[in-house]
C-alpha cells in the first residue's frame, strides 16, 4: 500500500445508507479525524445526527449524487442493497469500496451462492428459478425440505418460504410473486456463526473471533464469543472469509454467516448461508471487546489505512434490543461491564433493531474494578 | 437516584465548548443514544462536526443562550472558563452539571486552594494578592522558590511567573498585569499524578486508577497506567477525589491533579495541585483500555444514569500529539495495539493538541490476537 493512496484525516468519507451501521461507520471515522457525509433516502436516519453532512434524497436521484460524489474523497456503504446504478455513478467520479463486483454478489443469493461453491466452499444444494420452466429442474436437484428464498433483497427472513415434503414449489414460486428465486436445500444445522474478516487495499486480511450465533424469527438475537466450536472448526471459517475477500478483492469488512453441522461423530463441518460485504451485527461485540472494532477496521480498509490484527481483550455476548425492550435500557445501563449502545431511533416498532448491549464476561486479564 | 430524574435516550445534551473533550463527550453520549448541541463561539470548534446540531455565538450572546437552553434538556461544558453569567443564565432555564458552586471554585485558584485546604487535603502554602497591599504579607508566608498564578483563566501554564530566591515579587506581579493572583510556593515533586472520579445525582462515586502523568512545557505529554506509584498513594489520592466531589456535591467526572513528593525514607505525600470540574486529558486512556471511558461516565452522570465501578483491562500509556506531529498520524496507524483518537482540527499549531493515541501493553489477560 502506498501511502500518497490512503484517504488522510480531514477527508469525508461518503456513506451510502443511515441506518445504525452508517452511525456506528461515522463515529469510529470520527475517532479517526475523518468526516462523513451520509445519504439516505429516509427522514429519520439515524446516522445523520452523527454525521459531519448528510443528503436526504432517492437512490434515483442522479442530481443529489453527483453532488454528494463532488463532496467526498471515497465512498462505502452500510447495507448491500444499495440500488447498482447508483452505485454505478458515484463510481465514475470517486472510488466505492467495497467495490461493484463484492455488491453485484452480494445481492443476488444465486451469483452468491454460485460464487461460493466455485471457490469449495461448501454450498446447500441450490438451484435457480427464473421462469415457470425451471421448476421441474430445481425440484429434482434439490430435496425437500428446502428453502425458497428471492434471489434479492430478502433480509432477515423477508422473501423466504420454508418448504417440507408435500409441498408445491410451484405454489410457493407464486406466493414471492414469480420472481428470480433460488431453491436452496434445508441445512440441519447444530448452531450458526459467522466471520468478519477486513481487507486491505494492499490485500493484507485480518480475522476477528469467529461468534456463534442465536437468531429468533430470523432475526439476530445474539453473538457469544468464544464460540464453543472446535478450534479447527474457526480455522475454516477463518479461511473461508480469507478466500471469500480475497477472491472478490474486496476492500473492507466482509462478514459470512455460516451453517455448523455437526457429524454423527462429533465433528463439525461449516456450510455457507450468506455473505454481506460489509459491517455486520454478528460484529458489533467487537467495539466493546476489541482494540480494533469492525467500524474502525472497514473505514481503515476503505480508506487505505493499515490493518493489522484486532486482539479480544473479554469474553462476551452481544444482544440485540428489539422493539420495545428499548424502553428497558436503564436496565442494561445499572449492569457493571454491560456495555450498552442505542442508536437513536425516534420510533419503536415491532421487531426494529433499537440497540444491543455486549456483556464482557469476568477476564482474568482484567486490571482493577475500582470500588 | 429515581429514574423520573433520568435523562432519557433520545432527550438533548447542551454542551458548552466546543474542542476535543466536547467531542469526545458528544461522541460518548451519541454511543448511549442521546443528542447533543453545542454551543461554542470559534467557528472551527471540531465538536461541531459530531454534534446533533451546534450553536455558534459568543459567551455574552444572552438570546443565544436562551435558545440553547430551550432546545436542550440538560446542560454540561467541556472547560471550566465558561463565564458564569451565561452559567447562571442557562441554569435558570436548564439543570447545569457539574453545578455553578464547582464551576466557581475551579475558576478561581485562591479559592480552589482554599477550598481543598479547608477540607485537610495538602496544598502548597499559597498567598492571595489582589492589591498592593497583600505583596509584603504575602513574600512572607509564601518562601521562593515560588510560582505567581494568576487567579482566573490560567491553563497549560499560562498566566503564570516562576518566581527564584532573590527575584522581586512586585515586578513579577505587574508582569502579570496587576490582576488577583495566587503566590504558591514551589513543590519539589518527584512526578505528578491525577485522580479522576465521577459522582452520580445518587452522590455514588466511581473512580479510575490513578495515571502519573508527565508534562513538557506545561502541557500533558504523556499518561502511564499503573502509575508505578504504592498502593497507599494512589488509595489517597481517590480519597482525596472523592472529598472533593462529595464537598462540591459535584455530578460528573472530577480531575483532580496532584504532585507526588517523595521524602527522604520513599514514603510518598500528594500535595493538590489544581482540579478540573470535568473530563480531563489525563484520562483520554479510559476510552481504550477501561469498559465505560471518562466521557461515558460524565454523561452517564449529569444525566442521572447509574453508574458503576469501571473496570481496566489493559496497562497503557497514553500520548498527546501536538501541533505537527499530527502529520505523523500514518506512524501511529500502523502500529498493532496503539488506538488512535484524532480530533478533525483543521489548522495545526505548534503546540495545538491535535489528537492523542494510547498504546495498550500486552496483557495477560488478552485473549486472542488473530493473525
Redo the contacts between chains.
Sequence with gaps: MS?AK?V???AVIGILGGGQLG?MLA?AA??????THVYAPEEDSPAF??A?AHTRAAWDDTAALSRFAENVDVVTYEFENVPLQAVALLARMRPVRPGERALAVAQDRWREKTFAAGLGITTPPFANIETEGDLAAAARAVPLPAVLKTRRFGYDGKGQVMLRPGDDLAMAWNTLGRVPCLLEGFVDFACEASVLVARGMDGVV????VPRNEHERHVLRRSHV?SGLAPRTELRA?EIGRTLAGSLDHVGVLAVELFVVRQADGTETLVFNEMAPRVHNSGHWTE?AC??SQFEAHV?AICG??L????????CVMTNILGHE?KE??RW?????V??????K?TIREGRKM?HVTR?LP?????????
Design positions: 501511502k490512503a488522510p484525516p480531514g452511525r463515529l470520527a475517532r479517526l479525524g475523518l468526516r445526527a452523527v459531519h485480518v480475522a476477528y473471533d468464544p477463518v466493546a482494540d480494533m481503515r489505512w493499515p493489522w490484527p484486532p486482539e479480544r481483550h473479554h469474553d428499548a435500557w436503564m445501563a445499572a449492569e457493571p461491564g456495555v450498552l449502545h442505542l442508536y437513536g425516534g440497540g464482557l477476564s482474568h486479564g482484567a486490571k482493577t474494578r475500582q470500588a
